[in-house]
């Protein structure tokens, strides 16, 4: 593969290797990467479900390619912004998976009159008015799925509310459409057991099914009924009566998932480059120029039993320091520590030298770059590069 | 002022007010900004003292030149970026005050060779001989500042270790330049009652003076002795032996100033527009599209006597609802609340009114963003937009 010449203010050769790059930046493992993605296809594949990947944590079209069953989708996005920049590549099937706001809906239907079967998302009454008068403004019926509350943690009617649901649905096929029952476990990332997670699966399934039912028997039938989180994606026993499953995390794991028994620290794809820029000895310090700006303020292994602190830190190939974490983190100023309690020497690292650091959440670590600098398992050849966009 | 229409793609009407914004959005009272402005600029004037304002805040030309004493600087930055962005801007007096990688010192000379006073920083013998072994290279004298560690929150040579301050200096001067002393009161961020934050000021003005003594009893002559943090900025009494103070986030302030006291909430320039689109009413939840992704995951409020959540709401005028924050926050979706234990009532905010929430830490929500959009005190009208880049 050639590498992408496409940013003419580049200073990287044809041949650059890790050594070579600016730091911090973002490196992205495609091994890794094309092993995660085949495992829950796999595995997806053999319960008969669809995957419907959820595009927020790349950002990327290249990326999107490799991880959608086809390059038209199906696919999930967060913004409207990653649905015109999907739309742009040639993606055609794809859920806005956030509450639509009415003043959104004009966006919405320019989409959808360019080609593109972009469906919203909704659970209030209001909502799905919006949506009827805005497909009779545009003169098309523009479809929504309603949102499911199947454990407390954020949006979504709860499946047994069955008026609520049925007025929505009435509210939405008046001029729009009613596509379906969508559904996030959320709290499956406060993790447990292995049996934890799949009754959170289960109770994700349960909600959706239900719905569906209640709705279908108002004579308001839906088509598409999608569960979706990476933790019960990976451990749903039965996905009996869904029919697609979104997922977005997966494609490059990260501590969470790993704290969480979801993956192995050896399956995140994703890693930040930093250089060390000092050392405060006495305090067993090594300062590097990864900050929370290139890592993300995200702490989400703070609550989880191996707190990460700011990610955990890997020599140039990848391969974990024992108890070696970024301890603390300013703006462009990352603290690399021995985790505490830990009896771990601190890595003899001299100015100059570089690390890769693993990240707490790869969506808000991805989040701050913009690009991704591709390599292969521990080569440290950069064999092509990936914009990722952001923006609403 | 007119409005900027750079961006072919912008929907925003000549006549845009806050309610035509695709949200979530940056918006930036400039009436604040200037105020705060003012405020330092008057009392490091008063001082007789200049500023060397922090543009890693900001990372706008615009807001640049609003900030700068001169369109030429002197300023402070963060990145290497933001000292070709500026300096592409007609920016001549800089320094990057992050300790520098040896790897980092051709595209230094680069800046410097076009006309540019871009001076780094160090605290280590092996970067002062990258500096000087570069700087033969390139055969011009690299000015160097040495950091000096204040407070021990992170990077800098103590000033009472005497022998490693000479030995750097003598090592930069050999074929560099030796510019000064610098440090940054970290600690400062702890707060506490005005004569704590004066004893942080005068911690640090003491600390790069007895420095800069140190270094010119060895022959080795400091001219420009720096110091900068936003809280000790507003507080020394003294600032006797100190040429110029570095601060950032002055210029908007954010929740966790206030916090500290170094501001008052109306002080505070920036904030996110956002959209709601749901409720959970048993919860008393009110859902926008206001998440982490555009406030941030900072939560500096955190650890302060008033958790302000993930931020501080406010009505589209930018007046904050008593006791209403964003108690919790996914990629996309917000969740306002009532504060914990206050007996406030929930604002009643329908689907698609718009809220404004005050970020915990303008640094980290305004790099979630691409455009400031400009308005002023109560005015619903957009002025202008700025631009803000990000990256390395």
Known sequence: MVLATTDPTSRLAASASLEDLETPCLVLDADRMDRNV?????RLDAMGVSLRPHLKTAKSIE?????????????TVSTLKEAEQFAAAGVRDMIYAVGIAPAKLERVAELRASGVDLVVTLDTVQQARAVAEASRRAGTRIPAMIEIDCDGHRSGVRATDQAQLVEIGRALTADGELRGVLTHAGDSYNGGSI???RRYAETERLAVVDAARILDAAGLPCPVVSVGSTPTAHHATDLAGVTEVRAGVFVFFDLVMAGLGICQIDDIALSVLATIIGHQREKGWIITDGGWMSLSR?????????DQGYGLVCDVDGTPYHDIIVSDANQEHGIIAVRPGSNARLPDLAVGERVRILPNHACATAAQHETYHVVRGRSHVIETRWTRFGGW
């Open 298 to 306: 995200d702490r989400g292994t703070g609550k989880q039993a191996v």
């Open 63 to 75: 990326v999107a390619r490799r991880v959608m069953t086809s390059p038209e989708g199906p696919a």
């Open 195 to 197: 049996e934890a997670l």
């Open 38 to 42: 085949l495992r829950l296809r796999s």
